[in-house]
């Protein structure tokens, strides 16, 4: 995140060739150090924003000349003042440069915030490919609490890669995996599932309703 005039710019989705290059090389068993470093780095300052629009959105914004939290009350008139530098920006300003890019980290934020705090523990390029492997093969879990089982939504990586969320859910479908990415891989596939799952279970639901209505 920087700021640009007026506005604030956030850093940008990755492009889905980087990451298709990076797990080609990664399946047969070639490690870019230089590719894995940039996709990382990347995906961290992605991550960080995603953390920053998040905590925004339920009233803290991050002041991005230095860092102090200022409170605010979705007022998009409001003037968001920052008292130790004297920044400022008004909550409607504010609240477009972020609208409708993937910024929110919703469901998967736990996910994201992961990724942050670990990386810059990673010792090597190895570690680094498994905590890039782990996040983009995260997915949104539904906070609802009348489900009985977990479901989830959509993949993580829609805030993260570039493209629509039918585009990401097929790019990561087709992704060439290595043996050592398989598990998480599949993992994310039973993920994607539960919605399947959850949306046919309601389906039924509503037709048993249905028919049981027109019997009384
Ligand atoms: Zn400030």
Redesign the pocket.
């Known amino acids: 995140m920087h700021l640009e005039g007026e506005t604030i710019k956030w850093s940008p989705r990755v492009p889905q060739h980087k990451i298709r290059v990076l797990y080609e090389k990664d399946a047969q068993g070639i490690i870019d150090e230089e590719l894995i470093d940039e996709v990382a780095f990347s995906f961290f300052a992605r991550c960080s924003d995603i953390l920053i629009v998040t905590e925004a959105s339920v009233g803290r914004v991050k ?6 939290i ?1 409170k605010h009350k979705w007022d998009k008139k409001e003037l968001m003042r ?6 400022g920006m008004t909550w409607g300003i504010y609240f477009k440069s972020y609208q409708r890019k993937q910024l929110h980290g919703g469901g998967a934020f736990k996910a994201f915030e992961i990724f942050v705090n670990e990386l810059p523990k990673a010792r090597n390029a190895r570690e680094k490919m498994l905590i890039i492997d782990r996040l983009i093969h995260e997915a949104h879990q539904w906070d609802n609490p009348n489900l009985t089982e977990e479901v989830f939504t959509r993949p993580a990586a829609v805030n993260i890669i570039s493209g629509k969320l039918n585009q990401v859910r097929k790019f990561l479908i087709d992704l060439s995996i290595g043996p050592e990415r398989k598990d998480n891989h599949d993992k994310w596939k039973e993920r994607e599932l539960t919605w399947e799952k959850y949306s046919e279970n309601k389906k039924k639901e509503l037709e048993a309703a249905k028919k049981s209505k027109m019997k009384e």
Do not use: D, L, V
């Open positions: 002041c991005p000349k230095c860092g102090t200022i920052c008292k130790n530098c004297s920044w």
